[in-house]
């Protein structure tokens, strides 16, 4: 494929065309995403890269997408809406997110905050994100293979987290690794029955906001080669 024929895909000439992002966009905002920094960057994230090549052509609907190893690249309402929930209070110089997976929601927060760390268990996925996102010249990123149960301590704390599998309950480590002020993004449940939480650290413990149903893989322990 020559230079040319290269840009053009990154930039999402037929199937993956900038109308049908614009559509995306469009019913990310009529759901409720109204943060036009976190919209504009889902506008110009190519999502298509990301995916399989056979499902390139629904790159652009709004649903989960499988990526391999029983994991899913989120659909890009809650990657929106997560985003969302982590700028709230104002830009964040130093986030962490657990669960790489296909990089998709690493790209998004890159170009939304000053850096991220990102650990990942199954280490096939996150070599695949690091060269997309290498691809993308996104160099604010840094990859830790390990358990997203433990997070990354040694380089806390955070300003932000965000998890994007659900764990049975919220990880003291993660909790432990918040800056004060900082905000924790995460599913909590399990089966059928998880909710999307936002965990803010006080100055005395941490407060709690329940934000309604969600549906994620679940969070494993264990680094996986």
């Known amino acids: 494929m020559g230079r040319e024929q290269d840009d053009m895909l990154r930039r999402g000439i037929g199937m993956t065309s900038q109308r049908t ?43 989960a997408l499988p990526i391999g190893h029983n994991q899913t690249i989120s659909q890009p309402y809650m990657v929106a809406r997560m985003s969302e929930l982590l700028l709230e209070a104002g830009p964040l110089d130093k986030v962490m997110e657990i669960g790489t997976g296909s990089g998709y929601q690493t790209a998004v927060l890159s170009q939304l905050v000053e850096r991220v760390f990102s650990v990942e268990r199954i280490k096939v996925l996150q070599d695949r994100a690091k060269e997309r996102l290498v691809e993308l010249n996104l160099r604010n990123v840094v990859f830790r293979w390990g358990d997203g149960w433990e997070g990354w301590p040694a380089l806390a704390p955070y300003n932000g987290i965000i998890v994007t599998a659900v764990a049975t309950d919220v990880p003291q480590a993660l909790l432990d690794q918040l800056a004060p002020g900082g905000r924790l993004v995460i599913p909590v449940g399990s089966g059928e029955v998880q909710q999307l939480m936002l965990i803010i ?20 322990n264990g680094p996986l080669a």
């Open 21 to 63: 992002r614009e559509r995306l966009i469009q019913r990310l905002y009529e759901e409720g995403i109204s943060n036009a920094k976190v919209l504009e960057v889902i506008r110009r994230t190519p999502r298509h890269l990301f995916v399989d090549e056979a499902l390139a052509h629904r790159a652009y609907e709004d649903t």
């Open 201 to 220: 650290r006080e100055e005395q413990g941490f407060s709690r906001r329940v934000l309604g149903a969600v549906r994620f893989v679940p969070l494993l």
